[in-house]
C-alpha cells in the first residue's frame, strides 16, 4: 500500500484528492495549520490529519503532495526533499488522476465553475454515468467536494490561479467566462485570455470544446480553436440557447427559461435557485450531459431539483424574518450578478455585508468593485480578509467605503464582525434579503444572527 502524505490537506483540491486515493486503496495522512470542516470530515474517514506543520509528519510517506499554496519553504516539504521523498504539487497529481480514470471533462471560468461542475456531476450521477468528481465546493448529495465513480468519467473544476489548470490531461472542457481576476497572478486581462488559450490547446484532436457563446473574450479564443466545438448562450445562432427568461412560479427564488437546441424550443429549463448566471451554469451542465448521452429529460430533471452548492447563494435562515443568504462572490462582476439575482426575488430591501478577499484583487480592481453594489440598497462593508497576503498599507475598505459612496447612497464601513453584527441587529425587518458576500470567512455574521 502506497503512502501519500498531504502537506495543506485542508484545502478544497488536496482534501479532495486525499479522499479519492484514501478510496483509491492507499494510505493516506496529511497536515495543515488550523482545525476546519473539511479536516474534520477526513478524521471522520479514517485519515490521520497533524495540526501544524512539523517535519516528523512526512516520515514513512511513500511521497508528498503539496499545494502552491503551501509552497516550497514549507518545513515538511523542505524534510522531504532532504529524505529523498517524491513530491509532486497538487494540480500535477489531479491531473495524473484525471488521465488514470480516463475521460476528463474539466470545467474552466472566471466565474460559475463550482456550480456547473456540481450540476454537471449530479446529472451525470443521475443518467447512470457514475463518474469520479473533484469540485472545489461542498455538494450536499456528496456530503463534500467528492465523488468516486467506477465509470471513465472525471468531472474536475478547473482553476486558473497560478495556471494550475494546464496540469490537467481533459478530452472535454467547457468554459464559462472569461474575466480578469487574481492580478497577482496575471498583471492584465491578456495575460488570463492567454492562459486560457493554453487550456484549450491541452485538448486532444478528437477532444470537445463547450463555450459560453455570448463572452467576448472567449469569441477570441473560439477563433484560434480548430476542433469541435459547442457554442451556448442567448443567442439563438448558439447550439444550445435560451429566451423567454421569467420568474419560475413554483419558488419564491426560482427562474425558468425556454431552452433551444440548434434554434428549435426542445424543453424548460427551470431551477429552484436565482439568476441568469444560474441558468447559464445549468444551460452549460446540460450541454455536457447531452454530449455524454444522458438524457435530456433526466438532465433537466437533476437540474430543477438543484438546492446549489455550500456558499453559492445558500440560505442559512431568518433572523427577525428577514432572509438570510450567503455567498461566495468576491470579484465585481460575480458581485454585479449575485445581488441582481438577489434583486429579482420577490423581498423588500437588500443589505449586503461585503468581505473583500485579497489586498492585491481590493487594490487593482477598486473601481470596478466600488460600482458593483447598485444591486443593494445598504452596504456594510468588513475589513479585507488577507488569506495569503501581507497587509501593504495601500489598501483598505475604509479606502473602498469611501470610494464607493461617489457611486451608492448608503455605504459603511464597519469592520469588526462583532459591530456588524450588532448593525444588523438594529437594522433588519421583516422582508429583507440580507446577503454575506466574500471568499473569506465572512459567512460566520449570518450564522451568528440565525443562531
Not at 16 to 34: H, N, P, V
Not at 404 to 426: A, C, M, N
Request: charged share 25%; net charge negative; hydrophobic share 40%.
Amino acid at each position: 500500500m502506497k503512502h501519500l502524505h498531504f502537506v495543506g490537506i485542508g484545502g478544497a483540491r488536496l482534501s479532495a484528492l486525499a479522499k479519492l486515493y484514501y478510496e483509491r486503496g492507499f494510505q493516506i495522512s496529511g497536515s495543515d495549520t488550523t482545525e476546519s470542516k473539511l479536516i474534520n470530515g477526513l478524521v471522520q474517514k479514517g485519515i490521520k490529519v497533524s495540526l501544524g506543520h512539523h517535519a516528523e509528519n512526512v516520515h514513512g510517506a511513500d511521497q508528498v503532495v503539496y499545494t502552491n499554496a503551501v509552497g516550497e519553504e514549507n518545513v515538511e516539504v523542505i524534510e522531504a526533499k532532504k529524505l529523498k521523498i517524491p513530491l509532486i504539487e497538487g494540480a500535477v497529481l489531479l491531473g495524473r488522476l484525471m488521465e488514470e480514470v480516463g475521460v476528463g471533462i474539466a470545467i474552466a471560468g472566471t466565474h460559475g465553475k463550482t456550480t456547473t461542475s456540481a450540476m454537471t456531476s449530479l446529472i451525470l450521477t443521475a443518467g447512470g454515468i457514475d463518474p469520479t468528481v473533484l469540485i472545489g465546493g461542498e455538494v450536499s448529495a456528496f456530503d463534500g467536494n467528492h465523488r468516486t465513480g467506477k465509470s471513465p468519467y472525471m468531472v474536475v473544476e478547473a482553476c486558473e490561479f497560478r495556471r494550475s489548470f494546464l496540469n490537467l490531461k481533459p478530452k472535454i472542457e467547457l468554459i464559462t467566462n472569461i474575466d480578469w481576476d487574481h492580478p497577482d497572478c496575471f498583471p492584465t486581462l491578456n495575460d488570463v485570455i492567454k492562459t486560457f488559450q493554453d487550456f484549450i490547446e491541452l485538448l486532444p484532436e478528437e477532444g470537445v470544446l463547450i463555450v459560453w457563446g455570448d463572452d467576448p473574450n472567449i469569441q477570441e479564443l473560439q477563433k484560434i480553436y480548430k476542433g469541435r466545438l459547442i457554442t451556448f448562450g442567448y443567442d439563438a445562432s448558439f447550439d444550445w440557447s435560451l429566451t423567454n427568461i421569467r420568474h419560475s412560479p413554483e419558488g419564491s427564488l426560482g427562474i425558468v427559461a425556454d431552452l433551444k437546441h440548434q434554434g428549435q424550443k426542445v424543453d424548460q429549463l427551470r431551477l429552484k435557485v436565482p439568476g441568469h448566471h444560474n441558468l447559464q451554469n445549468a444551460l452549460g451542465a446540460v450541454v455536457i450531459a447531452h454530449e455524454l448521452g444522458v438524457n435530456l429529460k433526466t438532465a433537466l430533471k437533476t437540474v430543477a431539483e438543484f438546492t446549489g452548492v455550500r456558499r453559492r447563494f445558500e440560505i442559512k435562515g431568518y433572523y427577525n424574518q428577514a432572509l438570510v443568504i450567503d455567498d461566495y462572490a468576491h470579484h465585481p462582476e460575480a458581485v454585479k450578478k449575485t445581488l441582481a439575482a438577489a434583486r429579482e426575488a420577490p423581498f423588500g430591501r437588500t443589505i449586503c455585508v461585503f468581505q473583500p478577499h485579497l489586498y492585491s484583487r481590493t487594490k487593482h480592481l477598486k473601481e470596478e468593485f466600488a460600482q458593483s453594489f447598485n444591486g443593494a440598497d445598504i452596504l456594510i462593508l468588513a475589513d479585507i480578509y488577507a488569506a495569503r497576503e501581507k497587509d501593504p498599507g495601500d489598501i483598505s475598505s475604509k479606502i473602498l467605503a469611501e470610494l464607493t459612496s461617489t457611486y451608492h447612497q448608503d455605504v459603511r464601513y464597519l469592520g469588526e464582525f462583532d459591530l456588524i453584527i450588532d448593525k444588523l441587529k438594529e437594522e433588519l425587518r421583516p422582508n429583507d434579503l440580507l446577503i454575506t458576500m466574500g471568499a473569506g470567512n465572512i459567512f460566520k455574521v449570518g450564522e451568528q444572527l440565525v443562531k
